[in-house]
Structures are given as C-alpha cells and as structure tokens.
C-alpha cells in the first residue's frame, strides 16, 4: 500500500514540476551550507587531531611560565606595525650609518650594527633580564620514572647577519637529546643538504628550507648570531607545514614573536606547538652550544618529555610538578592531549555556531516547504474528496501527503548533500593552506550522508503534517464540492 | 437491499439551517434501476452520499445488507465505499494529473492491490466501456464522454454491489449516454443495485422504482414495469 501511495506522491510531484523545483531547491539550500560546514569543520578538526598524533599522545610538555613575560611582550611588541617584511637586501653599512641606522625590528636592515646598538631603549636590558628556565632533564628522568625520554628545546629572537642580509629571527637551540628523541615533534626535521650537527665544541648552524632560501644560504655559509659566527652545516627540506608556516608569518609567530609571546604567558598552548612545529623559518643551533656561546641571551626553552607506554599521563605531570619544584625551576607540564582537547573543543563551538547559523537557512526552507503543502491542500482538495470516494481512509491522505512533502525534503536534501560535498571539497583546497592546517579532506562519513538524508526527509515530512492532517480530516462530500 | 429509515440530514450553514433530507424511508433492492427525480435541492444529492457512506445522516438508519452504514466509524466507512460502492459523478471527478489507466486502477491501490494487478484489472474495465486505446491519456486529453466512460470504469473496476450515479448523462452527447445507460443496465442485469440522480426523463423511462423528492421529503415513490 505504502509503495502504492508513493507512486502517487511521486506523480502529484513531478505534475507541479516548477513549484515542487523551487520548493526543493529551498530546501537544497540549507542543506547545502550544513554539509558544506559540517564537513569542513570536521576535516579540519581531524587535519588538526592528526598533526598532534604525529607528535604523539604521550609527549608533556613543560613551558615555562612567568620567566619571560616581560621579554614576550616586548619582542611582541617589535612589530607594532603589523608588517610582514622581515628581510632586507643589506645596503652598504655606510649608509645605513648615515641614515642613523634606525632599528626596524623585524624587517632586516642591512646594518652592521651591533645588538645592543640597534635595540630600542630597554629592549636589550629586557633580552639579558630573561631568566632561563630550562629543567635538568637527566635529573628529570630520575625524578620521574614514568618519563622514558626528556630534551630540551630552547627558542630565540636573535639579531642574524649574513654579509649581505641582517634582522631578527627565530633560532631554536635543541639538544642532542631533544634531536635523537623528539625530531618527530619538530615535524619535518629532514635534513636535505649537507648533515646534522658534528660537533659540540664548533658553531654549526642547521637552517630551515625557507630561512635558507632567503637569507641564501649554502653549506659552509657563515651566519653571526648575535654577532657570533656559526657555519651552515645542513639545510632542511621544505616541511609539510608550509602553509602552517605561511599563517605563522603573517600572525608574527614566524619570527619567533607569538612564540614567545605565549610561550611566555601560557595563555594559548596551542602556539607553542605550532612554534615547535614550524621549521621552515628557523635557524638550529645546538643547545649545548648555544648556552656556551649565546649564554644570558636565552629567551625561552621548553622541555619535551615521553610517558613510557601505559603509565597514566596524568600522574606523570603530577610528578612533573613536583621535580620542576624540587629543581627551584618554574614551568607547567601540558600533555598533548590536554593541547588537543583544547583545541578541538574550540573547533568545535565554531563548528557548531557556524552550523546553527546555516541551520536557518534549513527551517526557511522548512517553511517554504510547508507553505508549499498548504497551497497543494486546497488546491487539491477536489481530489482528496475523489480519493476518499474511492475508498480512501484518513490515514491513507495523510501519508500520501506526508509521502509528498518528505520526498521533497529528501530530494533537496540528497542534493544538498551532492552540492555541499562539491563546495566542501572546493571550499578546502582553498581554505586549507590559510586556515594554517595544510591539506586536508573534508570528511564526508555514512554518519553524515545518512543524517542528512533522514533529517531532510524528516523535516520534510514534519512541515507537511499539519497540512496533511487537514487533509486527512476533510469531509468527502465538502470536498467534492470544492471547485 | 439498501434500506433508509427515517432519515434526515441537516446541514448548518452559518445560523441557518438546511434541511436536506426530512424523514425519508426508502428500499432499494438489487437487481434494479433505481432512480431519484427532483428539482436542484431536492435532495437528490444527499441521499446518494448517505447511501453511498459518503456522509452519515442527522438521525435515521441506513442499513445495507443488515449493517447500518451510519454507525460505522470513518475507517469501515472508507472500506466499505471501496469494496461495496462504485461512484459515477457528474463533473466525472478524475484526478487530473492521472492517466485513463491510473485513474481506474485508483481503488485497487487504495485497497492494497499490486500494481501488476490492478493495472490488469483497470484495463479490462477500460476496454468494456471501449477505451481500451486511451489509457495513457490524462483527462484534459479525453473527450466529456470519454472521462465519464473512464469514471464509470473506475466505479466498476472493484466490482461493487451497487452504482451510484449522479447525473451521469448530464452533460454527454445522446450516443454517449445512451452507452453509459446501457453499461448501467447490464450492471442491473448483474444482480447488482444502479442507484441513478437525474433531471433526465429519459432515464426515469428505464426505472424499476421512481422517487420523487420536493424540498428533502419524497414526494412520490413508484415501482413501475419496464423493458430491460
């Protein structure tokens, strides 16, 4: 019987073929921008979910806190600008003498001054002022027997002088440790030309494939930092967080300023991650080097752990923070689930505002649906009279009617759904590279196809039963006086 | 035999009210041409809906083989103008956007029947009032007499025990009619009930019974003899 009134309902829609188009296509609209939201945001939490597991799951990471506020928001503070620019073709030293050598924090200018020379009043006092906070990770791992492996990874602001190209950029100053254990955790750590760090004792540079493309660097390259020389002994390939790092550039993280900013306050972890991550920009220079030579320049260190396999995540940080007092240090362990969630929670509030928001357009839709199987009613309201003179029960009109309305919502649902997975895969190939994630898929799962198909059915059927049961309940005989 | 007792039916139309049918008894048994004379709002009309369980009267009995149609509910109503009734109306009342063949096969699908089936049976009731060639047409396709031949094959597809008729020839050529007359008549000789409503003398000539309504009341019941 059912199968009977569908071919009915079928019939009455494809006989109103103009109304029943635009009917669907409201209904289409909506469902389009849920399926395109919804699959994006998804995309985009799992993209997101799958870098922190690339890192993995039982890192902790102990950010120090308090230290190097001051000196964060005063690195922050050197782009008050905004600009991107950061290099400079250097000028002969001459006339940028002339010109008084005025200091573009961020942008390289090209001078040969000394550090302390091109700071702004304070800026260097701020820089020595900073207090290392790095942890003794070999103590660490006595204190904590949970922790497998500990490294430290340092991170700077340093003034860089090539010969050619000078300004202010990010060197970050792993450990040895840090490199055997954690290179996962920088994410693109593959050296492309040249090798790793040789030596202890020399000053040895490893450059990121971007930092080495613009400041033109080759193997054998001398580069002061802080007006102390170090050669390039390799030079990264490009990573997969190039446009991670693009987006970094332009929020400042790239030159090590968001970096610090947040390793500094502990406000966004999620930053420091993408600092970690982000090798592309940086210069390496190992951490035992750099505390030699570039020692009361540090900045900000941050200390890696490993959770050996099947230890509680949670007990370890307990006895994180009781070595980090033990140690008269300062820092905070943050698991990378605890980042995750995070962000992922986040992700998915706007996920949800942005689909609430695209939801209105399904309940316009919903409307017009309704208004559409109103009309039908008492235009056909001859023909539920002829229908229930043949026999018909209430029951019977109602579904039919019912049939009608949700087929409707189902066919603009089902193309909504083609619709909004077309613009949800045109939609990441361009929001991908600036949402700062790479490339990513939308996810398009049964879950997804199958609840917008019943919600789509549903909410066509829902906007057609008032006017179905008004149907249902209509006299015979004043129906089939209706003209 | 269809049996009214006392019925009446009163309709409200706003404050007024409209008496339709006042105190009519009535038997009508199978195997005969019944029909109802009378002027517009005699009447006519409401009678055939109340035999036909279209509508339930005021007060009074209407009893069809023992059972009293007006004290079914909603539900056994619709069975029983599914299963028992077969309606030919005036204005033809085909859905418009059904061909000749759905149109026919309507009750059949309402009543659960397989499509197969009931496609089937829907053109053998075509080809009897000879539209065996204008199946896929849709009404707007068909001639006045074509649609009313396809009404009455809707009415006569589910084989019911009574026709009911209202003004079947009223607004055909006489060729056509005479043919719908004739298909109400070999119904008759079928041992089934041909309640007809018309203005049309010509048909009351071909009555077994006659009734007269004035004003809801019957004003004159006859049973005459004629050739069949």
Excluded at chain 1, 133 to 141: E, P, S
Excluded at chain 1, 357 to 368: F, K, N, S
Excluded at chain 1, 391 to 417: C, K, N, T, W, Y
């Amino acid at each position: 019987m059912k199968l009977n009134l569908l071919r009915l309902a079928l019939k009455n829609i494809g006989s109103r073929r103009t109304r029943s188009w635009l009917t669907i296509l409201g209904v289409l609209v909506g469902v389009t921008a849920v399926v395109a939201l919804l699959s994006i945001g998804t995309g985009v939490q799992e993209a997101v979910l799958q870098q922190f597991a690339d890192i993995g799951y039982d890192i902790i990471l102990i950010a120090p806190m308090g230290a190097g506020a001051g000196q964060g928001r005063m690195v922050a503070g050197m782009r008050p600008d905004g600009m991107q620019g950061r290099f400079g073709t250097q000028e002969p030293a001459e006339s940028n003498t002339e010109s008084g050598g005025s200091f573009n924090p961020g942008a390289l200018s090209g001078s040969s001054e000394t550090e302390s020379e091109r700071m702004p009043s304070g800026m260097g006092e701020s820089l020595t002022r900073a207090a290392p906070t790095t942890l003794d990770t070999d103590l660490l791992l006595e204190q904590v027997p949970q922790l497998i492996e500990a490294g430290t990874l340092g991170t700077q602001i340093q003034p860089i002088d090539t010969g050619t190209t000078s300004g202010f950029l990010r060197v970050s100053t792993p450990s040895m440790d840090f490199l055997n254990a954690f290179s996962s955790v920088l994410g693109g750590f593959e050296i492309a030309d040249g090798g790793s760090f040789s030596s202890r004792t020399q000053n040895q540079v490893i450059a990121g494939a971007r930092a080495a493309e613009q400041l033109q660097l080759k193997i054998g390259d001398i580069v002061d930092i802080s007006s102390i020389p170090f050669t390039v002994v390799g030079i990264l390939a490009p990573s997969n967080g190039a446009a991670q790092a693009s987006e970094d550039r332009e929020e400042g993280v790239l030159s090590g300023q968001g970096l610090t900013q947040n390793l500094s306050t502990g406000i966004s972890t999620d930053l420091v991650l993408r600092g970690l991550t982000n090798t592309e920009d940086s210069l390496f220079v190992l951490n035992e080097r750099a505390s030699e030579v570039l020692v009361g320049r540090n900045m900000m260190s941050v200390t890696i752990t490993r959770v050996e396999r099947g230890a509680s995540i949670s007990d370890a940080k307990d006895a994180i923070n009781v070595a980090i007092g033990q140690q008269d240090a300062t820092g905070t362990p943050i698991s990378i689930q605890e980042v995750a969630d995070e962000i992922q929670g986040a992700l998915s509030l706007i996920e949800t505002v942005l689909a609430s928001i695209a939801a209105v357009a399904l309940v316009v839709g919903g409307v017009g649906l309704m208004n559409t199987m109103y009309t039908a009613v008492l235009e056909r309201t001859r023909e539920i009279g002829i229908l229930k003179s043949v026999g018909a029960h209430d029951s019977q009109v109602m579904i039919l009617f019912l049939i009608d309305s949700g087929l409707m919502g189902l066919i603009g649902g089902a193309l909504g759904l083609m619709l909004g997975s077309i613009l949800s895969l045109l939609g990441t190939q361009l929001l991908g590279p600036s949402l700062g994630v790479g490339a990513f898929t939308p996810i398009i799962d049964a879950w997804l196809v199958g609840g917008v198909l019943a919600f789509s059915f549903a909410l066509g059927a829902a906007s057609g039963a008032w006017p179905a049961w008004r149907a249902s309940r209509l006299n015979p005989v004043d129906a089939l006086a209706s003209e | 035999m269809l049996v009214l007792q006392n019925v009446c039916k009163t309709y409200q139309m706003g404050d007024t009210q409209v008496h339709a049918l006042r105190d009519v008894s009535l038997e009508l048994a199978p195997a005969q041409l019944s029909v109802i004379m009378g002027h517009s709002g005699s009447g006519k009309s409401t009678l055939m809906h109340l035999a036909g369980c279209l509508d339930v009267p005021t007060s009074g009995q209407v009893v069809y083989g023992g059972l009293e149609l007006s004290k079914l509910d909603s539900r056994t109503r619709a069975d029983f103008r599914a299963t028992e009734v077969g309606f030919v109306f005036q204005k033809y009342n085909l859905v418009s956007n059904l061909t000749a063949l759905e149109n026919v096969s309507l009750p059949l699908l309402l009543r659960n029947q397989s499509s197969k089936e009931a496609r089937a049976l829907a053109m053998e009731s075509l080809e009897l009032v000879d539209l065996g060639d204008r199946v896929t047409h849709r009404p707007s396709k068909l001639s006045g007499g074509e649609q009313q031949r396809v009404a009455m094959a809707r009415a006569l597809v589910n084989k019911p025990a009574m026709i009911l008729a209202d003004e079947p020839t009223g607004n055909l050529d006489t060729v056509t009619g005479n043919r719908i007359l004739e298909l109400l008549r070999d119904f008759k000789m079928d041992d089934k009930l041909v309640l007809v409503v018309t203005h049309n003398p010509e048909i009351a000539e071909l009555a077994d019974t006659l009734v007269h309504l004035r004003d809801g009341r019957i004003e004159s019941h006859l049973t005459q003899e004629v050739p069949v």
